[in-house]
């Protein structure tokens, strides 16, 4: 892949190329900037038990692999996975060891109940933290939830995502598999994407769906603006496992392409450990 960029690049050819691309495409459509972002992070949630036992020692290890920003879970709803520790720190405390570490803090998951009952402190933690981003993880509906309970949780984030754009901060939801499956007729999170107030809750597309069969690019072109995070991740099919990115079935040129189209502004990997590494080399290489 890389090879095949610098000779493009090199030719003389690509400008007649681009010329000829950029005719097909509306003129409000047109960037003259790179689709493929500067700076990537990743979400702590894989490496959370070397994070807890040193905090600032894996944050300054993450930067080490090229990573420029980290996506943090709630320390008060993550308390049962672990977190516990962390809520000892205020988030300017916290703010000041990640930027030490040459990292920024622009968004964090958090779980519905936190939301529900401490909204206003976890408002304030954000802040302090400088977040522009919260994000509802899941809404942990019973596995067989209809799609109506989908619908009215919805409905129950819009009323939180009113709270939190008061307060500057942008309300996000993010999808597992769960919210790809169908009842009936109707895709779950097809339906979620209806309720949800664009305005007030924007989404971050896990990628990690692409081995069921759904294309994060598809959903950036199909909804536009829609989206401002993406959870990074790849599927070997011959393996039948996640691999790092770049070494899977996952169209990254077109995907960042499409993540334009869709809104996406941060990127975050999230996968087993081991794919750190060699998922930051890629994305650099880019």
Same mark, same amino acid.
């Given at each position: ?9 090199? +030719? ?6 681009s ?7 509306p =003129? ?22 070397? $994070? ?9 290890? *993450?930067? /080490? ?5 980290? #996506? *943090? ?8 996975? /672990?977190?516990?520790? $962390?809520?000892s *720190? ?8 990640? !930027?030490?570490? %040459? ?13 529900? !009952? ?5 408002? #304030? ?15 942990? =509906? ?16 819009? %009323?939180i /995502? ?9 309300m @996000? ?5 769960? !919210?790809?499956e169908?009842?009936? #007729? ?6 979620? $994407?209806?309720?949800?107030? &664009? ?9 990690? @769906? ?8 598809d959903?950036?072109?199909?909804? &536009? ?11 070997s +099919?011959? $393996?039948?496992k996640?691999?790092?990115? /770049? ?9 960042? !392409? ?5 809104g996406?502004?941060?990127f975050?990997?999230?996968?087993? &450990?081991? +794919?750190?590494? &060699? ?8």
């Open positions: 892949m890389k090879t095949n960029r610098r000779k493009f690049i090199k +030719t003389t050819g690509a400008a007649i190329g010329a000829a691309l950029f005719s097909q495409i =003129l409000s459509m047109i960037s003259c900037s790179s689709p493929v972002p500067k700076d990537f992070g990743f979400q702590v949630w894989t490496i959370r038990e070397k $994070l807890i036992a040193d905090f600032a020692g894996t944050l300054k290890m *993450m930067a /080490g692999l090229g990573y420029k920003q980290v #996506e *943090m879970c709630s320390p008060l709803g993550y308390s049962n996975a /672990g977190f516990e520790p $962390l809520n *720190m205020s988030g300017t405390e916290m703010r000041k060891i990640i !930027e030490d570490a %040459g990292l920024t803090c622009v968004s964090s998951h958090y779980g519905m109940g936190e939301l529900r !009952e401490s909204l206003d402190n976890r408002i #304030e933690w954000a802040t302090q933290l400088g977040m522009k981003q919260m994000v509802a993880a899941s809404f942990w =509906l019973p596995k067989d939830a209809s799609v109506d309970e989908y619908r009215a949780a919805c409905e129950e984030l819009n %009323g /995502g009113e709270k939190t754009k008061a307060a500057g901060i942008q @996000v939801f993010h999808n597992h598999h769960m !919210e790809f169908k009842r009936g #007729e109707e895709l779950i999170y097809d339906e979620m $994407l209806k309720v949800l107030d &664009p305005s007030l809750v924007k989404m971050q597309f896990q990628v990690a @769906v692409v081995d069921i069969g759904y294309q994060a690019a959903y950036f072109r199909n909804h &536009p603006g829609r989206f401002i995070s993406a959870h990074l991740a790849d599927y +099919t011959e $393996l039948k996640q691999v790092p990115v /770049g070494q899977g079935i996952v169209d990254w040129k077109d995907f960042f !392409e499409a993540a334009k189209v869709g996406v502004k941060n975050f990997v999230e996968m087993d &450990p081991e +794919t750190f590494g &060699p998922s930051a080399e890629f994305l650099q290489s880019l």
